[in-house]
């Protein structure tokens, strides 16, 4: 993916969002999810979770929740794992700081 890529697609999820366009939106979030940057996967994964959430698919949600916190745990482990307990289940294992959830 280019540098500015990852930026540009961020946007177009965004925008498919907010006009319901969820099949656009995941594509979009697919694409961040399948790079090899660290962040924008993380990111991807997120956007996923978050689809699937607007769709009431909490389930499905908690896998891609799981792969963000594979993707990048030191980004935010624990707000990460919150949005892992929001989506219906605990976040299992212990937390340590410098690694995120276990």
Do not use: C
């Amino acid at each position: 993916m280019d540098p500015g890529a990852g930026l540009i697609a961020n946007g177009r999820w965004q925008v498919h969002v907010l006009r319901e366009e969820w099949e656009q939106a995941e594509m979009e979030a697919r694409k961040l999810a399948g790079t090899d940057d660290a962040y924008w996967k993380w990111l991807g994964s997120m956007h996923l979770a978050t689809g699937e959430l607007y769709r009431g698919r909490s389930q499905n949600a908690l896998s891609f929740f799981r792969r963000a916190v594979e993707a990048y745990p030191e980004l935010d482990p624990g707000r990460t794992g919150a949005w892992v307990a929001s989506a219906g289940q605990p976040v299992t294992g212990d937390r340590d700081s410098s690694r995120g959830w276990r």
